[in-house]
Each structure stands twice: as structure tokens, then as C-alpha cells.
């Protein structure tokens, strides 16, 4: 069996190779190819795989732009980070689609899904795909503008360290050091920032990957975080949020 495994983000194809190997060890991985252009000419060059895993938004454009330049039989299995909605409505058209992080069991089922239709040709609706992502697909927040006495300054989210709330008010705090506050609550901010950026870790805390200085062990399942530049020493993440946070650190 021969994959193709088309993926822009290092660490993200390391974990899909990793989960292929583990869930089929037969079967041959090409890639990753993080561009159209190096996609579009393997698939020009070597014969068609079995199946193909393929990111959609890639370093150079979307991935769709490969299979309108090369037409391909290939099973596909699209992996993203858009919500469930376009999942359930793109899985109609019996193609699987898998959210980001990739769980395990999700893509051992849609390993079997692929084994139980090996026979049948792969129908890509590329244009209702395209539609779906485009009407579900969120624009998270990327700039704050704060105010500091007369002035007003611009902060981008990649420079945000961690945000938290403290005494009824919300302040950001960025990686240079410097604490900013904002005139949202951690509820709203929650929804509106980009989640593979970060997480909410409780009721008072949202972190950026960046942020994290340890990670402790602590009782009743749960885990105690250290951020940098922060004095809290009792940030608690809850044991039903502990899963979720390990998916989105291993993303």
C-alpha cells in the first residue's frame, strides 16, 4: 500500500507519518511535500498511490489547486483545522476529512473507510468543498490596540505571551514582558483567537505554545503550569481539560 502524505506543518507530518506507521506498518509513505508544485510533479512522475493524505492550506495555496492540475483516481483523505459542520456535511460525499490535531481513531477509521471502498473510485467534489471551508472557516482575531495614557499601540497576536484576568479586568501580557490591558473577557477571547495559537487553560488563564515554562504533574489527574514572566504559581489545568491540552501541545 502506498500513501502520499502532503503537509505543509513539520510537526503535524511527522505525526501523521508516525500514525500511519503504527496503524498500517506495511504500507509505504512518500512525502511529506509541503507545496503544490512539488505535489503536482510527483504525481506527474511516480504512480498513482493508493491513497493520498493531504493538508489544505499548503506553503504556496490550497491544496485543491494539485487536483486541478492532476487528475487522480486516489482516495483522499483531507486534513485541516475548520469546524465540525463542513466535516459532517463533506463526509456526505463520502470522502473523510479530519480536524487537526489528527486523533488516532479518527484516522484508523478512516483508514478502514478506505479499505472497505478500495474498489470504488474517489469522487473529490472540489468546488462544494471549497464552498463549505469558505463559509465555515473563522478569521480569529490577530491584533490587539491598546491604549497606554495618550498613545495607542498595536500588538499581534504572535506577540502575545499569555492573556489572563485578574480583579474584574483582562490583561495581555507580551513576550517582550510588557502587560497591556484589554477591553475583552477571556469568554469572548476565547472563541476569537486562533486555537492552534492557544489555550484555554481555565477560568483565568490563555496561553500561547510560547508561554509554557513547565508543565507539573499534580494531584487528582490534574496539571499545574508554570508561565514565563509570571508570578501565579497555582495555575491549575483541570483533569478534563488535560487531554486537550496534551492534543494541542502535540499538534
Known sequence: ?????IEDERPAATRIIKLLNDLIPEASIHGH?????????????????DLIISDIELADGQSFEIYNQVKTNS?????????????????LNSIDYLLKPID????????????????????????????????????????????VGEKI????????????????????????GKKYIVDYTLDQLDSDLNPDQFFRLNRKYITS???????????????KIKLKNCEDNDIIVSREKVNALKSWLDQ
Open 75 to 91: 482516495p483522499i483523505i483531507f486534513t485541516t483545522a475548520y469546524d465540525q459542520f463542513a466535516i459532517k456535511a463533506f463526509k
Open 153 to 176: 499601540y498595536s500588538i499581534n497576536s504572535q506577540d502575545i505571551s499569555y492573556i489572563y484576568s485578574e480583579q474584574k479586568a483582562t490583561f495581555l501580557q507580551t513576550q517582550g
Open 104 to 147: 488516532p481513531e479518527e484516522l484508523g477509521q478512516a483508514i478502514e473507510k478506505y479499505k472497505n471502498n478500495t474498489n470504488k473510485p474517489a469522487t473529490v467534489d472540489l468546488n462544494m468543498l471549497q464552498s463549505l471551508l469558505k463559509k465555515e472557516s473563522k478569521q480569529y482575531k490577530d491584533r490587539f490596540m491598546v491604549k
Open 33 to 49: 511535500f509541503d507545496t503544490i508544485v512539488d505535489s503536482v510533479d510527483w504525481l506527474s512522475s511516480n504512480p498513482a498511490p
Open 209 to 223: 505554545l510560547g508561554a509554557i515554562d513547565e508543565i507539573i504533574t499534580y494531584s487528582n489527574s490534574r496539571l
Open 1 to 5: 500500500m502506498n500513501i502520499l502524505v
